[in-house]
């Protein structure tokens, strides 16, 4: 969607290597979300930031860590990847706590 | 565990209304109905909430029965592009974990020709 981006799109890494994927918007929103889509268990929340260096946890945020140094990006970082965490991943972004979010496209990432 | 309870799948007819359920027998008072839908391999679209009252905009009808206990949304004229999976969330306004969206299942929507 016009206003996020996803990077990479696609990637494929080793098992116990870091891995960062980043979220980038231009819409000026306080609030990001990191998601990921795994078959069987639809899409769960990992971390989400409500604000500059502001973070939280969600219902899965084991092996992941997040970071928002500044507004418009929000990096979500694997540490020492592991096959479970092969999955899609999605990056949103919302205006207010009662606003619609906004998600971005996908990153597709293989941990082998 | 999650709050709403929706049909698996469904099918409606190119052209014809679609009305997607969803019972949310335990919503509390502060929590508002929220639909998105996922079109295959794209991240989730919003595309309504409300409260208590009926809603509507440029895509799609929300109707909540009085008691808040479900909800129906309606697509007036289901076209091909509105094949997808259809989510139904309830979630507070308020900040911190009680208000993210956390997603079920949903309902996979099949617009046929």
């Known amino acids: 969607d016009a206003g996020i981006t996803q990077s990479p799109r696609h990637k494929v890494t080793e098992t116990g290597t870091p891995v960062t994927l980043r979220c980038h918007q231009t819409?000026?929103?306080?609030?990001m979300y990191w998601y990921r889509q795994d078959p069987g268990h639809g899409l769960r929340l990992i971390h989400y930031s409500y604000g500059v260096k502001d973070t939280d946890k969600g219902e899965v945020s084991d092996g992941y860590s997040v970071s928002r140094s500044k507004t418009e990006d929000f990096l979500l970082t694997l540490e020492s990847a592991t096959s479970s965490q092969t999955s899609v991943y999605f990056c949103?972004?919302?205006?207010?706590?009662?606003?619609?979010?906004?998600f971005g496209s996908g990153t597709r990432l293989t941990v082998v | 565990d999650a709050k709403t309870t929706q049909p698996t799948s469904m099918d409606c007819a190119e052209g014809r209304a679609a009305n997607l359920p969803c019972n949310h027998s335990t919503i509390s008072g502060n929590e508002y109905v929220y639909w998105y839908r996922q079109i295959h391999s794209q991240g989730p679209q919003y595309i309504i909430h409300?409260?208590?009252n009926n809603e509507t905009n440029e895509m799609a009808s929300l109707i909540i029965t009085e008691d808040r206990k479900s909800s129906t949304l309606i697509l007036p004229h289901a076209t091909l592009r509105d094949t997808a999976v259809y989510y139904c969330?309830?979630?507070?306004?308020?900040?911190?974990?009680?208000?993210?969206?956390?997603f079920g299942k949903g309902t996979k929507l099949s617009v046929k020709p």
């Open positions: 819409e000026n929103h306080r609030y």
């Open positions: 409300g409260l208590k």
């Open positions: 969330i309830v979630r507070s306004h308020y900040g911190g974990s009680q208000g993210n969206l956390i």
């Open positions: 949103a972004i919302s205006i207010r706590t009662d606003a619609g979010y906004t």
